[in-house]
């Protein structure tokens, strides 16, 4: 496509830019360092002192390990993933309890009958897993579907009751617990000591952030992303947002159960106490305390907790001259100051202060190769049919026997006054909503009942009438959502980066449509800054980068300047060219005359007209529809 058709040539240069953090090179005050260097400096510190530290740091030091990893799992689902759970710890206890009871009990020993005694700790991780994983998937499946308030009442309520169902079995201690844990062994070395035992933990909690910074940055991420109040838009771009919320609880209870049997083996007795209620909310406090959003804000949130947990229990008895639990008190107040000062955790506000002296750490991918090609539909060929589609709310008709078609190749434009039901039908052949009564058929395929990523799969893509793009992330990384049926890698992939050959080839068919929609300058942008009808056309590129067969477009040129309105015409123009079939909906009129091939007019839910433009402009019941449009048709005329 050339230059001359993107949308951004309408805009004057020194407007592109206007509302936009700067793009330019690093300032020179910068050092060579990245955040990279920053974390393996860190670490290589930690591991060289380690051997000189004092008996209570390393235990401190163990716990914040151990913490660290729940706060991770409560991170990616509740900070990325918007699901609160208060549970976490019962999963903390079914990893402890499963290792204790497989180490301990004579039962396991002749379940385990054939392995040697220091392998039972190992088969004791691995029943806590598959129970975690059993227990965390029926448990998401039934409680994922609530939303709002019921959602973490939920949580509160069978964290609960594994909590007592621990105290109650028999075989598990009941509330005296399991005692005689043996430690674990490495290749016939003891990990016995907690300083040995220090470093396991450490470098799992390692792994774990290295795991899922990789799977964040990738095509699964940026689903994952999308599930925290854009749903209805991860769905169209063909996201199973439901398997991936299940996918993500799953994930950080395995975390938490993975704790659970490192604690076992670092205590060596394991009782209900430490998976109650109580201890699920300060984990919950941890992750949000140090950075819901961010993965080292766990880190941050599980040391500063532990740490000031710690020194309050030491001190406020002598302040206030009695024992109790007052520190509870505090935490109170210092969640109220942080969700007050800090509503996004801590760990912005450092990255912040240590972001001026780092450069950004460089991004290194493999060479792009094309993503698969959709076969697009013969010109004419009906792509989007509409036949007798009503909705009904309640006693409200909102469309009433509605037909329509779309064919390949053409233009078609849906307008009407409002409130004539637009938005609804739009809804309806997008698979947002299912009709009352009536079919749509997508390609050729009869859609009743299907959600909407089904409709995405078939090639449909659409816009919003109210935009919605994840505002914290890049032009980028929203556009290369609209790519997510064009390719394939799956968690694991993505967690051991063996993902990197097809996210190059979706960030650069990503680029490729930024481009060509005219926002190349904004490509490494956050959305949220730019202007409003600049994020209608990252909308566009988004829908674009699927290779979509079927567009439907809701008001694109809402927010749009004349110039710019006219760029977007000649896009427009240059898709139906190529084959696609387009629905736009759209109030203005001197837009959609000059564009359509054909006009379909909805009031009040019922088709009053249909045809070419000029035939539209001369019906007499159009122009009464609109109450005084008949104006702006005459202008667009």
Same mark, same amino acid.
């Given at each position: 496509?050339?230059?001359?058709?993107?949308?951004?040539?309408?805009?004057?240069?020194?407007?592109?830019?206007?509302?936009?953090?700067?793009?330019?090179?690093?300032?020179?005050?910068?050092?060579?360092?990245?955040?990279?260097?920053?974390?393996?400096?860190?670490?290589?510190?930690?591991?060289?002192?380690?051997?000189?530290?004092?008996?209570?740091?390393?235990?401190?030091?163990?716990?914040?390990?151990?913490?660290?990893?729940?706060?991770?799992?409560?991170?990616?689902?509740?900070?990325?993933?918007?699901?609160?759970?208060?549970?976490?710890?019962?999963?903390?206890?079914?990893?402890?309890?499963?290792?204790?009871?497989?180490?301990?009990?004579?039962?396991?020993?002749?379940?385990?009958?054939?392995?040697?005694?220091?392998?039972?700790?190992?088969?004791?991780?691995?029943?806590?897993?598959?129970?975690?994983?059993?227990?965390?998937?029926?448990?998401?499946?039934?409680?994922?579907?609530?939303?709002?308030?019921?959602?973490?009442?939920?949580?509160?309520?069978?964290?609960?009751?594994?909590?007592?169902?621990?105290?109650?079995?028999?075989?598990?201690?009941?509330?005296?617990?399991?005692?005689?844990?043996?430690?674990?062994?490495?290749?016939?070395?003891?990990?016995?000591?907690?300083?040995?035992?220090?470093?396991?933990?450490?470098?799992?909690?390692?792994?774990?952030?290295?795991?899922?910074?990789?799977?964040?940055?990738?095509?699964?991420?940026?689903?994952?992303?999308?599930?925290?109040?854009?749903?209805?838009?991860?769905?169209?771009?063909?996201?199973?947002?439901?398997?991936?919320?299940?996918?993500?609880?799953?994930?950080?209870?395995?975390?938490?159960?993975?704790?659970?049997?490192?604690?076992?083996?670092?205590?060596?007795?394991?009782?209900?106490?430490?998976?109650?209620?109580?201890?699920?909310?300060?984990?919950?406090?941890?992750?949000?305390?140090?950075?819901?959003?961010?993965?080292?804000?766990?880190?941050?949130?599980?040391?500063?907790?532990?740490?000031?947990?710690?020194?309050?229990?030491?001190?406020?008895?002598?302040?206030?001259?009695?024992?109790?639990?007052?520190?509870?008190?505090?935490?109170?107040?210092?969640?109220?100051?942080?969700?007050?000062?800090?509503?996004?955790?801590?760990?912005?506000?450092?990255?912040?202060?240590?972001?001026?002296?780092?450069?950004?750490?460089?991004?290194?991918?493999?060479?792009?190769?094309?993503?698969?090609?959709?076969?697009?539909?013969?010109?004419?060929?009906?792509?989007?049919?509409?036949?007798?589609?009503?909705?009904?709310?309640?006693?409200?008709?909102?469309?009433?026997?509605?037909?329509?078609?779309?064919?390949?190749?053409?233009?078609?434009?849906?307008?009407?006054?409002?409130?004539?039901?637009?938005?609804?039908?739009?809804?309806?052949?997008?698979?947002?909503?299912?009709?009352?009564?009536?079919? %749509? $058929? &997508?390609? !050729? =395929?009869?859609?009743?009942?299907?959600?909407?990523?089904?409709? /995405?799969? +078939?090639?449909? #893509? *659409?816009?919003?009438?109210? %935009? $919605? &793009?994840? !505002? =914290?992330?890049?032009?980028?990384?929203?556009?290369?959502?609209? /790519?997510? +049926?064009?390719? #394939? *890698?799956?968690?694991?992939?993505?967690? &051991?980066?063996?993902?990197?050959?097809?996210?190059?080839?979706?960030?650069?068919? /990503?680029?490729?449509?930024?481009? *060509?929609?005219?926002?190349?300058?904004?490509?490494?942008?956050?959305?949220?800054?730019?202007?409003?009808?600049?994020?209608?056309?990252?909308?566009?590129?988004?829908?674009?980068?699927?290779?979509?067969?079927?567009?439907?477009?809701?008001?694109?040129?809402?927010?749009?300047?004349?110039?710019?309105?006219?760029?977007?015409?000649?896009?427009?123009?240059?898709?139906?060219?190529?084959?696609?079939?387009?629905?736009?909906?759209?109030?203005?009129?001197?837009?959609?005359?000059?564009?359509?091939?054909?006009?379909?007019?909805?009031?009040?839910?019922?088709?009053?007209?249909?045809?070419?433009?000029?035939?539209?402009?001369?019906?007499?019941?159009?122009?009464?529809?609109?109450?005084?449009?008949?104006?702006?048709?005459?202008?667009?005329?």
């Amino acid at each position: 496509m050339s230059t001359s058709h993107t949308v951004s040539d309408a805009v004057p240069a020194a407007k592109k830019v206007e509302g936009a953090p700067a793009v330019a090179a690093a300032p020179a005050a910068r050092s060579g360092l990245t955040a990279r260097h920053l974390v393996l400096a860190a670490v290589a510190l930690l591991l060289a002192a380690w051997g000189f530290l004092p008996e209570f740091s390393v235990t401190l030091l163990n716990y914040i390990g151990l913490y660290a990893l729940v706060a991770l799992g409560l991170v990616m689902l509740t900070g990325v993933g918007g699901m609160t759970s208060f549970g976490q710890a019962a999963f903390v206890g079914v990893g402890a309890y499963a290792t204790a009871w497989a180490s301990t009990s004579p039962d396991a020993a002749a379940l385990f009958g054939a392995l040697p005694p220091a392998l039972l700790p190992w088969a004791g991780l691995v029943l806590g897993l598959v129970l975690t994983f059993a227990v965390a998937w029926f448990l998401g499946s039934i409680t994922l579907k609530l939303s709002g308030h019921y959602l973490p009442l939920c949580t509160i309520a069978w964290g609960l009751s594994l909590y007592f169902l621990f105290g109650n079995l028999e075989f598990l201690g009941g509330h005296t617990g399991l005692a005689g844990v043996p430690p674990l062994v490495v290749a016939g070395f003891s990990l016995a000591s907690p300083r040995v035992l220090g470093l396991l933990i450490w470098a799992v909690v390692l792994l774990g952030l290295w795991a899922l910074h990789n799977l964040l940055d990738s095509r699964e991420g940026r689903a994952i992303r999308s599930l925290k109040g854009g749903r209805v838009m991860a769905e169209s771009m063909g996201v199973d947002t439901g398997r991936q919320r299940i996918k993500l609880f799953v994930l950080a209870a395995l975390l938490a159960a993975v704790s659970g049997w490192l604690y076992a083996h670092l205590q060596r007795f394991v009782n209900p106490t430490p998976f109650s209620l109580h201890i699920g909310v300060e984990y919950l406090f941890m992750a949000v305390v140090g950075g819901a959003g961010h993965l080292w804000g766990a880190v941050l949130g599980a040391a500063l907790i532990t740490l000031l947990k710690e020194q309050l229990q030491d001190w406020l008895p002598r302040l206030l001259g009695s024992s109790g639990n007052f520190e509870v008190i505090v935490f109170g107040l210092l969640m109220l100051f942080v969700l007050q000062r800090f509503a996004d955790g801590l760990w912005p506000q450092f990255a912040g202060w240590t972001r001026r002296w780092l450069r950004p750490t460089p991004v290194k991918l493999p060479a792009a190769a094309p993503l698969p090609q959709r076969a697009l539909p013969q010109r004419g060929q009906v792509v989007l049919e509409a036949s007798e589609v009503t909705k009904r709310f309640g006693g409200l008709v909102a469309n009433n026997a509605v037909n329509l078609h779309v064919k390949a190749g053409e233009i078609l434009a849906l307008i009407g006054p409002n409130g004539a039901g637009k938005s609804t039908f739009f809804n309806m052949i997008s698979g947002v909503d299912d009709p009352t009564s009536g079919e %749509v $058929r &997508l390609m !050729g =395929q009869a859609m009743k009942g299907k959600p909407s990523r089904a409709f /995405a799969a +078939l090639g449909l #893509s *659409r816009s919003f009438q109210h %935009v $919605r &793009l994840l !505002g =914290q992330r890049t032009v980028l990384e929203n556009v290369a959502v609209g /790519a997510h +049926l064009r390719a #394939s *890698r799956g968690w694991i992939a993505s967690m &051991l980066r063996l993902d990197r050959a097809e996210e190059a080839a979706v960030l650069a068919e /990503a680029r490729r449509q930024i481009e *060509r929609c005219g926002l190349g300058a904004h490509a490494d942008t956050p959305a949220a800054s730019l202007a409003l009808g600049q994020q209608r056309i990252v909308e566009i590129a988004r829908a674009l980068a699927s290779q979509p067969a079927v567009l439907l477009l809701d008001e694109p040129a809402a927010g749009l300047r004349h110039l710019e309105k006219q760029a977007l015409a000649k896009l427009l123009d240059q898709l139906r060219a190529e084959g696609l079939g387009i629905l736009v909906v759209e109030h203005d009129m001197e837009f959609v005359m000059n564009l359509a091939d054909r006009i379909t007019v909805l009031e009040f839910g019922t088709v009053i007209a249909e045809g070419t433009p000029a035939e539209v402009q001369g019906n007499q019941r159009v122009l009464d529809a609109y109450l005084g449009g008949s104006d702006d048709l005459g202008v667009a005329a």
